[in-house]
């Protein structure tokens, strides 16, 4: 679904020096951008059964979070069952939602990859009548490209030619990479009418430091643990697309890795501007233009007045009323 794309310039921090967008993925049916991505992945896997004759489809995920909710949107609107396994880490209200969208949720497994690798035992066992389609939560071309046209909906529709001569860049946040390789893939794919000068900043939170333990690393490390509160963000490793993105530098690329706190400082902020809850990991990429703005010059170095950064607002379905006056309270 096509988002909206608002100027928010007179409603984030005054440190900010020039014109700020945000993309408004919040607005996706399942609640955040992820639909995008896994909507494209079943669509096109739905093409692929029926031209080799596959009537008997079956859409599986094993996220604890948006993406399973993108998978279970994306498989109802096309009515195909849908199954998702949980870890048993996984919120109530996800659970809940993932029903109403007549997912069949099983629930298994201490942390995704646990629950990923029970679902891969449950395909494994499947009859040979059933195609079934896996959604990895990230990792994945077809979902790259389905992010990817957030970036052509702003280059071909959301920003005048004037504009994007003047857009520096894009802020998002990171957990698995997905929506950063989608970032990067829709670049790519408008280059020609951008600055060759545009730059992506990539925030996630140290607790849960994917991304900047892969850069120093120099490969892609798999995270024993990662306990932010930013659980969206919470992926033990990050897509090796990204670390190539990452050193290929085609586009100037920032990583940056903030606490917890902040990103909820970010996600407080942008509430009180807009009566709108998003989630922490939301609040990472958010607090670029509230309460850390020192990240804007180290990625996108000087800015003026007539500047553009764009933000995307990815979204997120797990925070309720209650867990949100939680989180404030730790700011106290």
Request: charged fraction near 20%; hydrophobic fraction near 40%; glycine fraction near 8%.
């Amino acid at each position: 679904v096509k988002t909206t794309f608002i100027e928010v310039t007179s409603q984030v921090s005054p440190k900010v020096p020039c014109r700020v967008f945000f993309k408004n993925e919040y607005e996706q049916p399942s609640g955040s951008f992820k639909l995008r991505g896994l909507g494209y992945l079943i669509e096109k896997s739905l093409e692929k059964a029926r031209a080799l004759g596959k009537a008997k489809v079956h859409v599986f995920s094993s996220s604890g979070g948006n993406a399973g909710l993108g998978a279970a949107f994306a498989a109802q609107f096309h009515g195909t069952p849908c199954t998702v396994v949980l870890p048993t880490t996984s919120k109530p209200i996800v659970i809940q939602k993932l029903e109403s969208l007549n997912a069949q949720v099983v629930i298994a497994g201490n942390h995704w990859g646990e629950a990923d690798a029970h679902l891969k035992d449950v395909i494994a066992q499947l009859d040979s009548e059933t195609y079934p389609v896996y959604c990895h939560p990230f990792d994945d071309q077809l979902i790259w490209e389905g992010h990817g046209t957030l970036i052509e909906e702003i280059v071909e529709s959301d920003l005048s030619q004037k504009e994007l001569q003047s857009l520096k860049g894009v802020v998002c946040c990171v957990g698995g990479g997905g929506l950063f390789n989608g970032v990067i893939d829709g670049l790519t794919r408008c280059a020609e009418r951008l600055s060759p000068e545009i730059a992506v900043l990539a925030v996630e939170t140290i607790q849960a430091p994917t991304f900047t333990t892969a850069i120093a690393e120099g490969k892609v490390v798999h995270l024993a643990s990662v306990p932010t509160l930013a659980t969206s963000l919470a992926s033990p490793y990050i897509s090796a697309q990204s670390l190539e993105h990452y050193n290929a530098q085609r586009f100037k690329i920032t990583v940056e890795a903030i606490d917890d706190v902040e990103a909820i400082r970010g996600m407080v902020d942008y509430h009180a501007e807009f009566d709108r809850i998003v989630e922490p990991a939301c609040g990472a990429s958010l607090s670029s233009v509230y309460n850390r703005v020192d990240l804007l010059e180290k990625a996108f170095g000087k800015l003026g007045k007539e500047d553009i950064i764009v933000v995307v607002v990815c979204g997120g379905s797990s925070t309720t009323p209650q867990s949100f006056k939680d989180f404030k309270k730790l700011l106290e």
